[in-house]
């Protein structure tokens, strides 16, 4: 099935560091939303993003809208071990019954203490 | 807990066997989504379900696999004869009714986990 460029795959850094992971496509979106999972639990919504350009913070997470509606990224300042997980982006392509979720494959994040 | 709730959490059948897996979407919603998760893989989409009708079903099997969300019970997926290659993660989602509900974020339950011995 379709799916977005998620990038990078996986990332090792250390606490305190910060991250940066994208979404990239050739097709145009209407809505962006980036989830986080941990290992034996469903994904959990981080941030949702509705408008071309649009940025949106939720504490130390940080995720734009590009502007050609295209891409999206996330950007994670001052990571702690705890942020440690995989990380989806997800779009909305479409309207009506041609609606259709759209998602990355996950950038797998590793915090080293 | 007003959460997506998905039961049960493990499950194991041997091949052959049928597996059912329930999920009760959040208060609220009456949109029903199933994924399907291989380890270290991204989410699968299987189908798309507001209530007692199938909306979107193009990622289901087109065998031994169906889906329901009645009117009244929460949604059921349904695997018939399993085989080994059936073991994974079932994750179920719902979104709200409000309008506007074509781009409202989806929200997840815990999954199932199913082993085909």
């Not at chain 1, 290992?39 to 919504?45: D, K």
């Not at chain 1, 408008?51 to 001052?78: H, P, V, W, Y």
């Not at chain 2, 199933?34 to 209530?51: A, C, H, N, S």
């Not at chain 2, 007692?52 to 695997?79: C, H, Q, T, V, Y």
Request: positive net charge.
């Amino acid at each position: 099935g379709q799916q977005l460029n998620q990038s990078p795959q996986s990332m090792f850094i250390q606490e305190g560091e910060d991250v940066s992971m994208n979404c990239t496509s050739s097709s145009i979106f209407n809505t962006w939303l980036w989830y986080k999972q941990e290992p034996g639990e469903g994904p959990v919504l981080l941030i949702a993003l509705y408008k071309a350009g649009e940025l949106t913070s939720n504490g130390r997470l940080t995720a734009q809208f590009g502007i050609t509606r295209k891409d999206s990224f996330l950007n994670i300042s001052a990571s702690i071990p705890s942020d440690v997980g995989i990380y989806f982006c997800a779009g909305f392509r479409g309207a009506g019954n041609n609606r259709k979720l759209i998602w990355g494959l996950g950038t797998s994040l590793a915090v080293n203490p | 807990n007003a959460g997506v709730m998905q039961n049960p959490r493990h499950l194991v059948r041997r091949r052959g066997q049928e597996a059912r897996l329930r999920c009760s979407p959040m208060k609220g919603h009456s949109h029903v989504y199933w994924y399907r998760q291989l380890p270290e893989e991204g989410l699968k989409f299987m189908v798309y379900l507001q209530k007692e009708n199938i909306i979107d079903e193009s990622g289901m099997p087109k065998e031994r696999f169906s889906a329901e969300f009645p009117k009244e019970g929460p949604s059921i997926l349904r695997i018939q004869q399993v085989v080994r290659g059936d073991s994974a993660a079932y994750f179920c989602a719902s979104s709200p009714d409000k309008a506007g509900a074509s781009n409202q974020p989806q929200h997840f339950g815990d999954g199932t986990r199913l082993s085909i011995l």
